[in-house]
Protein backbone atom coordinates (compact mmCIF):
# COMPACT_ATOMS: atom_id res chain seq x y z
CA UNK A 1 0.00 0.00 0.00
CA UNK A 2 3.00 2.05 1.07
CA UNK A 3 3.86 1.77 -3.07
CA UNK A 4 1.19 4.53 -3.51
CA UNK A 5 3.80 7.45 -2.20
CA UNK A 6 6.12 9.58 -4.72
CA UNK A 7 9.00 10.18 -3.85
CA UNK A 8 8.39 13.78 -3.96
CA UNK A 9 5.70 13.15 -0.70
CA UNK A 10 8.83 12.33 0.80
CA UNK A 11 11.60 14.38 0.52
CA UNK A 12 12.50 16.41 3.31
CA UNK A 13 11.31 19.84 2.79
CA UNK A 14 13.51 23.11 2.07
CA UNK A 15 11.95 24.80 5.26
CA UNK A 16 13.01 21.99 7.54
CA UNK A 17 16.69 22.03 6.52
CA UNK A 18 16.98 25.85 6.65
CA UNK A 19 15.42 25.05 10.24
CA UNK A 20 17.81 22.26 11.09
CA UNK A 21 20.82 24.59 9.54
CA UNK A 22 20.27 27.47 11.76
CA UNK A 23 20.01 24.91 14.65
CA UNK A 24 23.20 23.82 13.82
CA UNK A 25 24.78 27.00 13.18
CA UNK A 26 23.27 28.65 16.34
CA UNK A 27 24.35 25.23 18.57
CA UNK A 28 28.26 25.84 16.86
CA UNK A 29 28.06 29.27 18.34
CA UNK A 30 26.87 28.32 21.74
CA UNK A 31 30.00 25.55 21.47
CA UNK A 32 32.27 27.91 20.76
CA UNK A 33 31.61 30.93 22.30
CA UNK A 34 31.51 32.80 18.80
CA UNK A 35 28.33 34.88 18.66
CA UNK A 36 28.75 38.27 20.23
CA UNK A 37 25.83 37.58 22.12
CA UNK A 38 25.35 34.36 24.23
CA UNK A 39 21.47 34.59 24.90
CA UNK A 40 20.77 34.97 21.33
CA UNK A 41 22.83 32.20 20.08
CA UNK A 42 21.61 29.33 22.90
CA UNK A 43 18.08 31.31 22.03
CA UNK A 44 18.32 29.84 18.51
CA UNK A 45 19.33 27.11 19.35
CA UNK A 46 16.80 25.88 21.63
CA UNK A 47 14.41 27.29 20.17
CA UNK A 48 15.63 25.26 16.83
CA UNK A 49 15.59 22.25 18.53
CA UNK A 50 11.95 22.80 19.86
CA UNK A 51 10.72 23.38 16.41
CA UNK A 52 12.72 20.13 15.07
CA UNK A 53 11.87 18.02 17.59
CA UNK A 54 8.04 19.20 16.88
CA UNK A 55 8.64 18.33 13.23
CA UNK A 56 9.15 15.12 14.15
CA UNK A 57 6.64 14.60 16.29
CA UNK A 58 4.37 15.37 13.97
CA UNK A 59 6.13 12.79 11.52
CA UNK A 60 6.19 10.21 13.90
CA UNK A 61 2.29 10.18 14.22
CA UNK A 62 2.21 10.34 10.10
CA UNK A 63 4.53 7.90 9.35
CA UNK A 64 3.03 5.28 11.76
CA UNK A 65 -0.38 6.35 10.44
CA UNK A 66 1.14 5.86 6.53
CA UNK A 67 2.23 2.25 7.63
CA UNK A 68 -0.62 1.22 9.64
CA UNK A 69 -3.08 1.82 6.22
CA UNK A 70 -3.86 5.58 5.87
CA UNK A 71 -1.86 6.27 2.26
CA UNK A 72 -3.58 9.90 2.11
CA UNK A 73 -0.75 10.87 4.42
CA UNK A 74 2.30 11.62 1.51
CA UNK A 75 -0.21 13.70 -0.48
CA UNK A 76 -0.67 16.00 2.38
CA UNK A 77 2.67 16.87 2.52
CA UNK A 78 3.34 15.59 6.39
CA UNK A 79 6.11 13.22 5.39
CA UNK A 80 8.30 16.50 4.27
CA UNK A 81 9.09 17.73 7.42
CA UNK A 82 7.28 20.77 6.53
CA UNK A 83 5.87 22.34 9.76
CA UNK A 84 4.01 24.51 7.06
CA UNK A 85 2.31 21.56 5.66
CA UNK A 86 0.50 20.69 9.07
CA UNK A 87 -3.11 21.08 9.15
CA UNK A 88 -2.83 23.27 12.37
CA UNK A 89 0.46 25.01 12.23
CA UNK A 90 -0.38 27.45 14.59
CA UNK A 91 -1.32 24.85 17.21
CA UNK A 92 1.79 22.15 16.21
CA UNK A 93 4.56 24.72 16.14
CA UNK A 94 3.61 28.73 16.80
CA UNK A 95 1.95 28.24 20.12
CA UNK A 96 4.38 25.65 21.90
CA UNK A 97 7.20 27.90 20.34
CA UNK A 98 5.26 31.18 22.50
CA UNK A 99 4.74 29.06 24.89
CA UNK A 100 8.24 27.96 25.44
CA UNK A 101 9.56 31.56 25.67
CA UNK A 102 6.78 32.91 27.49
CA UNK A 103 7.18 30.19 30.47
CA UNK A 104 9.88 27.88 29.72
CA UNK A 105 7.76 25.01 29.18
CA UNK A 106 7.07 21.99 26.22
CA UNK A 107 3.55 22.33 25.76
CA UNK A 108 2.38 19.67 23.20
CA UNK A 109 0.48 21.25 19.69
CA UNK A 110 -1.87 19.89 17.58
CA UNK A 111 -1.67 17.13 15.92
CA UNK A 112 -1.72 15.91 11.82
CA UNK A 113 -4.70 15.18 10.09
CA UNK A 114 -4.99 11.17 10.11
CA UNK A 115 -8.05 9.53 8.16
CA UNK A 116 -8.86 6.95 11.07
CA UNK A 117 -11.54 5.23 8.69
CA UNK A 118 -8.63 4.00 6.77
CA UNK A 119 -6.82 2.13 9.72
CA UNK A 120 -8.12 -1.48 11.33
CA UNK A 121 -7.48 -2.59 14.75
CA UNK A 122 -7.32 -0.58 18.00
CA UNK A 123 -3.53 -1.24 19.25
CA UNK A 124 -2.77 0.57 15.25
CA UNK A 125 -4.70 3.23 16.10
CA UNK A 126 -2.98 3.86 19.60
CA UNK A 127 0.52 3.26 18.61
CA UNK A 128 -0.28 6.40 16.13
CA UNK A 129 -0.91 8.28 18.92
CA UNK A 130 1.94 7.39 21.31
CA UNK A 131 4.26 7.55 18.23
CA UNK A 132 4.69 11.50 18.47
CA UNK A 133 5.32 11.99 22.58
CA UNK A 134 7.97 8.53 22.26
CA UNK A 135 9.50 11.15 19.51
CA UNK A 136 10.21 13.68 22.64
CA UNK A 137 11.22 10.91 25.00
CA UNK A 138 13.55 9.57 22.14
CA UNK A 139 14.73 13.54 21.71
CA UNK A 140 15.31 13.73 25.47
CA UNK A 141 17.62 10.98 25.75
CA UNK A 142 19.39 11.63 23.44
CA UNK A 143 20.02 15.69 24.77
CA UNK A 144 20.89 14.12 28.27
CA UNK A 145 22.95 11.22 26.64
CA UNK A 146 26.24 13.16 27.84
CA UNK A 147 25.10 13.83 31.44
CA UNK A 148 23.81 9.95 32.04
CA UNK A 149 26.81 9.11 30.35
CA UNK A 150 29.22 11.06 32.34
CA UNK A 151 30.55 12.37 29.01
CA UNK A 152 30.85 16.15 29.94
CA UNK A 153 34.90 16.55 30.23
CA UNK A 154 34.98 19.48 27.60
CA UNK A 155 31.67 20.38 26.67
CA UNK A 156 31.52 24.26 27.67
CA UNK A 157 29.25 25.29 30.47
CA UNK A 158 26.50 27.64 28.21
CA UNK A 159 26.63 24.47 25.75
CA UNK A 160 25.24 22.08 28.71
CA UNK A 161 23.17 24.65 30.18
CA UNK A 162 21.47 24.66 27.03
CA UNK A 163 21.04 20.47 26.31
CA UNK A 164 19.46 20.67 30.20
CA UNK A 165 17.24 23.45 29.21
CA UNK A 166 16.05 21.11 25.89
CA UNK A 167 15.85 18.23 27.99
CA UNK A 168 13.23 19.79 30.43
CA UNK A 169 11.10 21.24 27.32
CA UNK A 170 11.18 17.10 26.23
CA UNK A 171 10.39 15.89 29.56
CA UNK A 172 7.71 17.89 30.06
CA UNK A 173 6.28 17.93 25.93
CA UNK A 174 6.36 14.27 26.77
CA UNK A 175 4.63 14.34 29.84
CA UNK A 176 1.69 16.14 28.80
CA UNK A 177 1.68 15.05 25.67
CA UNK A 178 0.87 11.42 27.28
CA UNK A 179 -1.98 12.68 29.58
CA UNK A 180 -5.06 11.27 29.02
CA UNK A 181 -6.58 14.33 28.41
CA UNK A 182 -9.22 14.55 25.32
CA UNK A 183 -7.32 16.58 22.48
CA UNK A 184 -4.06 15.11 23.81
CA UNK A 185 -1.77 12.09 22.62
CA UNK A 186 -2.63 10.11 25.79
CA UNK A 187 -6.14 10.78 25.26
CA UNK A 188 -5.39 9.17 22.28
CA UNK A 189 -4.03 6.03 22.96
CA UNK A 190 -6.84 5.12 25.17
CA UNK A 191 -9.51 6.09 23.57
CA UNK A 192 -9.82 2.74 20.71
CA UNK A 193 -10.35 0.96 24.08
CA UNK A 194 -13.47 2.82 25.19
CA UNK A 195 -17.08 2.29 24.53
CA UNK A 196 -18.35 3.82 21.47
CA UNK A 197 -20.97 5.58 24.48
CA UNK A 198 -17.55 6.89 26.49
CA UNK A 199 -16.11 8.64 23.23
CA UNK A 200 -19.30 10.00 21.95
CA UNK A 201 -19.81 11.90 25.67
CA UNK A 202 -15.55 13.03 25.52
CA UNK A 203 -15.64 14.27 22.50
CA UNK A 204 -17.31 17.55 22.70
CA UNK A 205 -14.76 18.33 25.18
CA UNK A 206 -11.03 17.81 23.03
CA UNK A 207 -10.84 21.38 21.36
CA UNK A 208 -10.71 22.23 25.07
CA UNK A 209 -7.72 19.39 26.83
CA UNK A 210 -5.31 21.68 26.34
CA UNK A 211 -6.71 24.89 27.61
CA UNK A 212 -7.73 23.09 30.74
CA UNK A 213 -4.13 21.87 31.36
CA UNK A 214 -2.83 25.67 30.52
CA UNK A 215 -4.87 26.82 33.22
CA UNK A 216 -4.22 23.98 35.58
CA UNK A 217 -0.31 24.91 35.07
CA UNK A 218 -0.09 28.41 34.83
CA UNK A 219 -2.84 29.83 37.06
CA UNK A 220 -2.61 27.17 40.14
CA UNK A 221 0.52 27.21 41.62
CA UNK A 222 0.57 23.90 43.44
CA UNK A 223 -0.18 22.33 40.23
CA UNK A 224 2.50 24.01 38.91
CA UNK A 225 4.86 23.14 41.55
CA UNK A 226 3.72 19.35 42.08
CA UNK A 227 4.35 18.83 38.23
CA UNK A 228 7.45 20.52 38.00
CA UNK A 229 8.97 18.53 41.30
CA UNK A 230 8.58 15.29 38.86
CA UNK A 231 9.77 16.77 35.87
CA UNK A 232 13.31 17.38 37.57
CA UNK A 233 13.00 14.61 39.75
CA UNK A 234 13.26 12.68 36.35
CA UNK A 235 15.88 15.08 35.07
CA UNK A 236 17.72 13.98 37.98
CA UNK A 237 17.56 10.45 37.07
CA UNK A 238 19.02 11.04 33.51
CA UNK A 239 21.67 13.09 35.06
CA UNK A 240 20.45 16.61 34.34
CA UNK A 241 20.43 19.10 37.84
CA UNK A 242 18.12 21.62 38.55
CA UNK A 243 21.10 24.06 38.34
CA UNK A 244 21.63 22.95 34.25
CA UNK A 245 18.10 23.89 33.30
CA UNK A 246 17.35 26.76 35.01
CA UNK A 247 20.62 28.37 34.18
CA UNK A 248 19.53 27.06 30.35
CA UNK A 249 16.36 29.17 30.78
CA UNK A 250 17.73 31.95 32.14
CA UNK A 251 20.42 32.17 29.22
CA UNK A 252 17.73 31.26 26.58
CA UNK A 253 15.52 34.46 28.30
CA UNK A 254 18.29 36.49 27.90
CA UNK A 255 15.95 39.93 27.61
CA UNK A 256 14.78 39.30 30.86
CA UNK A 257 17.84 38.47 33.02
CA UNK A 258 21.23 38.84 33.26
CA UNK A 259 21.65 35.67 35.80
CA UNK A 260 22.30 33.41 32.94
CA UNK A 261 25.47 35.18 31.90
CA UNK A 262 26.54 34.00 35.17
CA UNK A 263 25.47 30.82 34.28
CA UNK A 264 26.91 30.67 31.06
CA UNK A 265 30.44 31.65 32.46
CA UNK A 266 30.49 29.04 35.50
CA UNK A 267 32.26 26.06 35.53
Known amino acids: MTTAIRKSDR???????GIAAVTAVSG????????????VAVFLFVTGCWIVSLCLHEYAHARTALHSGDITIGAKGYLTLNPLKYTHALLSIVLP????????IGLPGGAVFIERGRIQGRWKHSLISAAGPLTNVLFALVCTAPFWLHALDGVPPAFRYALGFIAL???TAAILNFLPVPGLDGYGVVEPWLSYKVRRQVEPFAPYGLLVVFVLL????EVNAAF???IHAILRGLG?????????RNIFSFWMS????VCGAAG
Do not use: H, K, N
Open 218 to 221: FFIP
Open 240 to 248: VSELDSYCG
Open 258 to 261: RDGF
Open 11 to 17: RVSPVFL
Open 28 to 39: WAVWTDYAASLG
Open 169 to 171: LQV
Open 97 to 104: VIFVIMGG
Open 228 to 230: FDA
